[in-house]
């Protein structure tokens, strides 16, 4: 079985700062890509950002240069550092991660319980 655990979520004013973390966890022989995605009240789910196993990361337009996603590959956890938030930033965040159970290498996708950011006044 696998796992993926959020945490970090919570409430921030905005301009502030957040880090989030999601680990992966159980029976684990390779990962691939791990993200984060995120959906507010009423919206579809989004990719915020990706990064794969040889570090390429991807970015949504609306968070370039605020924010940054980084993996420990040995730890098999991706944490998102988020800076300068705003009000729209506000949803749930899910962590991803295509990863394989074993050496046959079928790669599958699993999802966190999602994690509650809130940038408010």
């Known amino acids: 079985q696998v796992q993926l655990v959020e945490s970090g979520g919570g409430l921030v004013q905005p301009g502030g700062s957040l880090r989030l973390s999601c680990a992966a966890s159980?029976?684990?022989?390779?990962?691939?890509?791990m993200n984060w995605y995120r959906q507010a009240p009423g919206k579809e789910r989004e990719l915020v950002a990706g990064i794969r196993s040889r570090a390429y990361t991807t970015y949504a337009d609306s968070v370039k240069g605020r924010f940054t996603i980084s993996r420990d590959n040995a730890k098999n956890t991706v944490s998102l550092q988020m800076n300068s938030l705003k009000p729209e930033d506000t949803a749930v965040y899910y962590c991803?991660?295509?990863?394989?159970?074993?050496?046959?290498?079928?790669?599958?996708?699993?999802w966190g319980q999602g994690t509650q950011v809130t940038v408010s006044s």
């Open positions: 991803n991660a295509n990863l394989a159970s074993d050496a046959r290498l079928r790669y599958q996708v699993y």
């Open positions: 159980g029976r684990i022989f390779s990962i691939n890509a």
